[in-house]
């Protein structure tokens, strides 16, 4: 019975534990869910005008111009549109962190008799704008207040809120010099002291050369250029409207990339000089026919010092597997065809077959021809000679084998051998190509295994007796 009532004791003040840690702590926490109240509520498609003022800046204007936001004070130029949506966006259910008076008398105490920020949003059809001021920072620093003229209360929200409207008029202009996306851009032209080139996509989506000469580029090389150019945004304006393009070295660019994009537009980037110290790296630059002259960094301009050279193919051929349909090749000892064919697997997944379709008919292992075609694309061009003497001097004039790849249309590459060093052509080339012989001796030992694979054998006819 003794034990039974201690047992009964402690069972007691475990309950009354409970009920202390539920009052005490998830009492608040749920009481720390209701609802806030809402400050300011802005409907963003419905926004045509905004302005911010601060006590020791100039205020910002912007302005919604056919469906689009410009910077209209302190100067006029377009603005940047992601920064005026998140601009918006803040705005769009601005909530208060508590009340802190129903109605201020004096709302100096708060620092709202002079804000130090306030945010106006003008609605279509509205006659009014919906304005939001803040002030002094709140005991603690993680808050500050505010309130909106409309209304006697005084609120605190978060600082964060408060500073994420701390912009200068740069940050909300659009710094975007050409607007190319990289995959809409059909041409390129680049002229500088490196050399003059031209480029342009073809049907398949790779690049090349058409100036100074027919010849394949890298891909990827092509694409990083691409992405800088893309990517370029103004780090300052050097002068808004200049009359006089001299002092920036734009009266005669030293380099300049001319764009053509899918629409048939062009964008034509002219690079002058360097801009302040010269180890900054930065440049002075304009898009052709503007009087804005910007400031951008000098990732462009090193890109660019690469010359040629660095967007060339320097592959034998980039092959994607997954996108060859068949290929042939023709050597001494004959020409064979081979074939992918995809079928549904029992898992419902597709499954590749390759088959050896001419001269016989053969089963081949899938992994075997795609250790083909990846050393075609891993046999590397050591050297170029884009002013070729005749062919035999490669041993050329007859090819040891000539591989053509079916993958969104037909490209094809030969090699040969003269003195222990081993040469090729590509279509859409005019160069030699001088390769590293021992990735070029490994791709023809591949292509000999896919001869090597045996004859299918038919398999034998059953009799009427079996």
Partial sequence: MKQFWKTGLAFLVLVGLGLYIWHFEWGQEIASDDPKETILSVE???????????????????SKVEGAWRVTSPF???????????????????????????????????????????????????????????????????????RTPTSPRV??????????????????????????????VRTLEVRGPEGDYALARTDAGDWA???????????????????????????????????DLTPFGLDRPGRSVRLVLADGTARTLEIGSPAGD???????????????????PGAIVTDLEKGMDALR??????????????????????????QKATTEGEDGFDETQWRRTSPEEAELETTTVEDALFKISGVEVLEFRDEPSDLESYGLDAPSVRVTIRAKGESWIELGERDGTHYARRSADDSVLVLDSTKARELLDALDALRAVPLQEPEPESSPED
């Fill in 44 to 62: 963003p498609d419905q926004a045509t005008a905004i302005s911010i003022a601060s006590s020791d800046a100039p205020t910002i204007r912007l």
């Fill in 76 to 146: 006029e130029a377009p603005a940047d549109q992601s920064a005026v949506e998140s601009i918006l966006t803040r705005l769009e259910k601005l909530e208060a962190e508590e009340v802190v008076v129903e109605e201020a008398d004096d709302v100096a105490q708060y620092g709202l008799d002079s804000p130090s920020r306030s945010v106006s949003v003008t609605l279509e059809g509205a006659g009014e704008p919906m304005v939001v001021e803040f002030g002094a920072a709140a005991p603690g620093g993680s808050a500050v207040y505010a």
């Fill in 155 to 184: 609120y605190t929200v978060e600082a964060f809120v408060e500073s994420s409207f701390e912009k200068e008029p740069f940050d909300l202009r659009d710094r975007d010099l050409l607007h190319a996306k990289r995959d809409d």
């Fill in 209 to 243: 050369f058409t100036e100074p000469l027919a010849t394949r580029a890298g891909r990827w090389s092509v694409d990083g250029l691409l992405g800088t150019l893309e990517n370029l945004e103004m780090e300052a304006v050097a002068e808004e409207e200049a009359g």
């Fill in 278 to 296: 010269k180890d900054d790296g930065k440049f002075h630059v304009r898009e052709k026919g503007s009087s804005l002259v910007a400031i951008v």
């Fill in 313 to 338: 193919a320097k592959k034998l051929l980039e092959v994607a597997t997954y996108d060859t349909e068949g290929f042939d090749v023709v050597s001494e000892g004959g020409a064979e065809t081979y």
